[in-house]
């Protein structure tokens, strides 16, 4: 059986109270034995979380990176970087990656494979927009995205990825895929990967994200392709985080 990961994505959000807020509920909290929790946060409190977090079940991890490894690229932030200061997982292809700065396929790839060769668990993020939805192409989009990566990779490589299906018109608008809508997705990104190998399929986290918070995280988390979530706006409240992070498992 598959662990649950619940993954707050703190976006441009948060601050370092907010860090220390986490570190006293969840150094005192007990988790369902199947959940793995983890946040994103912006790149200025990455080293005060991992530091804050050693001695509670929160896994840190960051929200982009860079596909370079080091030099004059101004603003740019390397895998090795992030690992140094003790991230453990980076989001890659977010829609507003993609949508809001230019970030295409090739470029989620290079970006995956800089977080692969640190050793970081890329979450590769993988959504349809409301027009792409209307028109029937939901599938054709997803799969499309998760291609790109998956046939540039080698079978250990792909292993390593965690994914997460966030459809663009559920971020952020209150708007929740329902739960079929989602297994329906994940059920067909499953199929996919098992086209690489039924290993690979079997064992993948397909983590729901979109609108996700305490009152509809039981009935996604209970559908039997959906491995988590990722939580955007409802991970910046700590109690609502926790209670979706019990809701699992
Ligand atoms: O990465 C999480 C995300 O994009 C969903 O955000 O606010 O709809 O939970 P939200």
Redo the contacts with the bound molecule.
Sequence with gaps: MRTLLVAG?WKMNGSLALVEAFRQTFAAVALPARVEVALMVPFPYLNAAADAFRDTPLMVGAQTLSDRTGGAFTGEVSGGMLADVGARLVLVG?SERRSLFGEDDAAVLARVKAALAHDLTPVLCLGETLEQREAGRTEAVVLGQLAAVCDALDPDERSRLVLAY?PVW???TGRTASPEQAQSVHAAIRACLAEYSPTLAEGMQVLY????KAANAGELLAQPDIDGG?????SLQVDDFLAICQSAG
């Design positions: 994505n977010h966030e559920a971020i952020g994200g979109g609108s996700m990722l939580v955007g706006g409802a």
